[in-house]
């Protein structure tokens, strides 16, 4: 299912610490039989000028970690235990899993 959510982060340190509204729409997630859930993101970048499938995958997670990591920390957030993280490359068809 599709799962808006907003949340906020500390930016910052110490006494100088403030926060970061981070809001989102997440594109799917489903909770598998261990009742944990697996986190799907949608991506349509041109990742063409890469030499191969798993070059792709690592320039798709290395753009893409620190979102999907704020979506499964907002997942968490809500009591939902996010086991894997997937981004699904359409303009490939390939997928690249990573926790």
Known sequence: KEK????SIPVGEGNDTDFALVQGVIDAYFIDNDGQAVLIDYKTDNLSKFPDDNAKKEEAVRRHKVQLDLYAAALESSGI????KVLYLL???ISAEFN
């Open 91 to 93: 303009r490939h068809n």
């Open 81 to 84: 235990k996010v086991k894997k």
């Open 4 to 7: 808006p959510i907003v949340f």
